[in-house]
């Protein structure tokens, strides 16, 4: 059974910094891609960030330069670094992990609330 448990959302204001956590059980974290998602209201949930097993990550475009993902396997967890947030940051943050040949895994979400 795997289980992704996040933290780290609240509320700051724009320009500020928040860094999201994602702790994960089971043993397939290693070999995961690990992800972020967000959804605002109204919106779809859209990739954010995700890190290979290797540690190389990828961005959205929108985040490119403000955001940093990072993972320790040691902890089974991956990270959020969120800095100059803006107020289309806000939205419910879901981390997700995708192991090779099996079905992907998501968190219960964390909301992170940037006010202008």
């Known amino acids: 059974q795997v289980q992704l448990v996040e933290s780290g959302g609240g509320l700051v204001q724009a320009g500020g910094s928040l860094r999201l956590s994602c702790a994960a059980s089971g043993n397939i974290f290693s070999i995961s891609v690990m992800g972020w998602y967000r959804q605002a209201p109204g919106k779809q949930r859209e990739l954010v960030a995700d890190i290979t097993g290797g540690g190389f990550p990828d961005y959205v475009d929108s985040v490119k330069g403000r955001f940093t993902i990072s993972r320790d396997n040691a902890k089974n967890t991956v990270y959020l670094q969120m800095n100059r947030l803006k107020p289309e940051d806000t939205a419910v943050y879901y981390c997700?992990?995708?192991?090779?040949?099996?079905?992907?895994?998501w968190g219960q979400g964390t909301q992170v609330t940037v006010s202008s």
């Open positions: 997700n992990a995708k192991p090779p040949l099996m079905r992907p895994y």
